[in-house]
């Protein structure tokens, strides 16, 4: 502390504008991101008509777990990220191995693998609507042409999760690549080196070298995925609008349902549920995932 | 909360400058914006209004916006009133959806308007809030019931059924003969409701005070048999396996096209479908009849009606004689004939003088003997209780497609009515 407060006086006699300077950009800080999430915490234990809120304690937050189907929102929620991410971790990394070995049309594979990133979610969304329509789509009428009668993949309660989570890493696996080819491609050649004099094969390549040097890079993946998995909403209500019934919905798709209906406080509370949801199950991840990386 | 409120009106009195400044160029060249969904038929009667009174008005302009139906819909009209920014005229539900947009706060009164001495008192009861009328009839009443292919019925010589019995009896006999003979379409998850809601009119012949108890919260669907009858109704067409094999995916386009083209024999709808079926496939427009949906009693059938969607001013609007001039003659048997002749006749008119040409498709003439003399009818729960869940199409697709059982769903619903009563802040809740 005090070996660090010289150099960081001089700094501050050094520097030519004043802390002020910070004013214009806290302001607008504060007014829309701060004013907003406290207010939002203040809505959420009210009865909200966007003209009056009536102060009703936790009851909203009683009522948000008291439902059955915002329950189930929450589970699908968990599962929903917990298989997107780990399906991009696990195809991402093989992905990469193979787009950083020497195979033909390299270039081109990468990037056609990258291209579903740049699309439109809703875009993506309303094309598998279509794609997997139990009777007309193209899917299940393919699978018919080989004596195999698909299921309704969007319309059977059991699988219209899973389908929308496939389609999610359909369209995110390119990023989790790009990510792994970066991580990849940063392992000094060394240690490959250091490998083959000692006779190891290319599984053992794999499990000894390439696997434990990208760890940093699989921490980025799990965090943005996961992230990403836990507030997803856009694809999911292109796709089955948390249907049928209730069967996939997610809390954020719960929420917005709430708020569709004209529920402002409940569906506040909600959101103040998600974050608190996102914070306990991505802050402890992230500490494990980088102490992890410090060990290196 | 005192402080929410001055938040609130902030942001109104706002908004409310920036609309005055508007509405001094407004006003100068006479203009409306009239808010319509994106339906086909909402969206050609608006424009064939808007020609022939701009026709009659030359300074006028009006410009016509559009918004999508169902739950996306109610955001946005609830957003846009809530922050002021509403179009001067626009269309919306009547009945429990209009209570929730908060009236007497949003709304411009149209009580003693000249137009509205030509107006049903039915009609004007499930546009009034705290002792104003607000609303002015967009479109003719509606049946909730059965759309039937007739092809079908005279093919295999059916009878059109009074009871539920003779519904399942003639299913059977649709089912055994290889076609499909209920259509759903959950795919549009709002069409899943028809079943539960246009049963009402079977639990009022049994249970005639119903919906004042279930507004008090003494009645419950669950707890009434009566009632329990409309989701017993949705989860017995699945488990009989009468149902199109694409339910889950199908939307209401595809079930209008499948009752009128014979792809399958019965469609539970409102009858306002009949208008989209003259538009999409016309060809197929005398193959559809309608009837009212069937109870346990063949003495007492009778249907379950629906008041005509509405049109409203917002109190934000910055022409407000101009708007009332517009809506009055939208009121009019003027814009009766307009409607007519712009999408044609789906059902008998709310407005004094407003006449059904000769030729209404047979849908339509099979509803009208249910409005006569002599018929029975009674009016949704949706206009005789302010209270309607929103979550009740996912529990209908639920209970519609075996995954929840019938008695459940009643309870579920129950459970998701109660948060509605409770932010409109009824008694007893």
């Not at chain 1, 969304?125 to 009777?135: A, S, Y």
């Not at chain 2, 400058?17 to 160029?25: C, E, G, S, W, Y």
């Not at chain 2, 109190?315 to 708007?323: F, G, R, Y």
Request: charged letters at 15%.
């Amino acid at each position: 502390m005090t070996a660090s407060a010289v150099p960081a006086l001089k700094m501050q006699r050094r520097s030519l504008y004043p802390g002020w300077f910070y004013a214009p950009a806290a302001a607008v800080y504060s007014v829309l991101f701060l004013a907003p999430t406290f207010a939002s915490l203040y809505f959420s234990l009210t009865r909200w008509t966007l003209f009056d809120a009536t102060f009703i304690g936790f009851d909203n937050f009683a009522q948000f777990f008291r439902e059955p189907f915002l329950i189930q929102g929450l589970v699908n929620t968990v599962i929903y990220a917990v298989i997107t991410s780990g399906l991009k971790v696990v195809i991402g990394m093989a992905l990469a191995v193979m787009l950083t070995s020497q195979i033909m049309a390299r270039g081109y594979l990468r990037s056609v693998i990258f291209f579903p990133v740049l699309v439109s979610t809703i875009g993506v969304g309303m094309t598998f609507t279509v794609l997997m329509h139990p009777t007309l789509g193209m899917i299940n009428q393919t699978l018919a042409m080989i004596g195999i009668q698909g299921p309704g993949w969007l319309v059977d309660p059991k699988l219209a999760l899973f389908s929308v989570a496939l389609v999610d890493v359909w369209k995110g696996v390119g990023l989790a690549t790009v990510i792994y080819i970066a991580g990849l491609v940063a392992i000094p050649k060394d240690y490959y080196e250091a490998a083959r004099i000692d006779g190891a094969t290319k599984l053992q390549n794999f499990f000894y070298v390439t696997l434990p040097l990208s760890r940093p890079a699989t921490a980025t993946v799990i965090t943005l995925s996961f992230i990403g998995g836990l507030r997803t909403f856009d694809l999911i209500w292109a796709m089955t609008k948390g249907g049928p019934g209730f069967a996939s919905d997610t809390v954020a798709s719960v929420i917005y349902k709430q708020y569709q209906a004209g529920f402002y406080g409940l569906s506040t509370a909600g959101n103040v549920v998600l974050f608190i949801l996102i914070a306990v199950l991505v802050v402890p991840l992230t500490m494990f995932l980088n102490r992890k990386q410090g060990h290196e | 909360m005192t402080k929410t409120k001055l938040f609130a009106l902030t942001g109104a009195s706002l908004l409310g400058l920036m609309m005055t400044a508007n509405a001094v160029n407004a006003q100068q060249s006479g203009y409306l914006s009239f808010l319509i969904d994106n339906g086909p038929q909402s969206v050609a009667v608006a424009e064939a209004w808007v020609a022939a009174y701009t026709e009659k008005n030359p300074d006028v302009t009006i410009d016509i916006e559009v918004r999508p139906g169902g739950g996306e819909g109610d955001n946005i009209v609830k957003t846009r009133l809530a922050t002021g920014a509403m179009a001067d005229v626009f269309f919306y539900n009547s009945g429990s959806l209009f209570q929730a947009i908060n009236p007497v706060q949003n709304l411009l009164p149209v009580t003693n308007e000249p137009w509205q001495a030509g107006i049903q008192d039915s009609f004007k009861s499930v546009v009034s809030a705290g002792g104003e009328v607000y609303g002015t009839p967009f479109a003719p009443a509606m049946g909730g019931g059965i759309f039937y292919n007739k092809p079908i019925y005279e093919e295999l010589g059916l009878e059109i059924p009074k009871t539920w019995d003779e519904f399942m009896a003639n299913n059977e006999k649709i089912e055994a003969a290889g076609k499909t003979a209920v259509i759903q379409t959950y795919g549009d998850t709002w069409s899943s409701q028809l079943f539960v809601l246009a049963d009402f009119y079977n639990v009022l012949a049994e249970v005639p005070d119903f919906a004042e108890k279930y507004t008090a919260n003494e009645a419950k669907f669950a707890t009434t048999p009566a009632a329990v009858r409309g989701f017993e109704k949705l989860q017995e067409v699945y488990e009989a396996g009468f149902l199109n094999a694409d339910f889950g995916a199908a939307t209401y386009p595809d079930g209008l096209r499948m009752v009128a083209t014979g792809e399958g024999a019965h469609y539970p709808m409102l009858t306002f479908g009949i208008g989209a079926i003259a538009e999409t496939v016309p060809d197929h427009l005398q193959d559809v009849g309608f009837f009212a949906q069937p109870g346990d009693n063949a003495e007492t059938n009778g249907l379950t009606t629906w008041m005509p969607d509405s049109i409203y001013i917002a109190k934000s609007s910055a022409s407000p004689d101009l708007a009332k001039d517009f809506v009055g003659f939208v009121g009019s048997p003027e814009g009766c004939d307009i409607r007519n002749e712009a999408v044609g006749a789906t059902g008998p008119y709310m407005i004094a003088g407003c006449e059904l040409p000769a030729d209404v498709p047979p849908a339509v003439a099979d509803m009208l003997p249910y409005f006569q003399e002599g018929g029975h009818n009674g009016p949704a729960l949706e206009f005789l209780s302010p209270i309607k869940g929103p979550a009740l199409e996912q529990i209908t697709v639920e209970v519609g497609s075996g995954i929840r059982s019938a008695a459940d769903g009643a309870a579920l619903y129950d459970e998701d009515v109660r948060k509605q009563a409770q932010q409109l802040g009824l008694a007893g809740w």
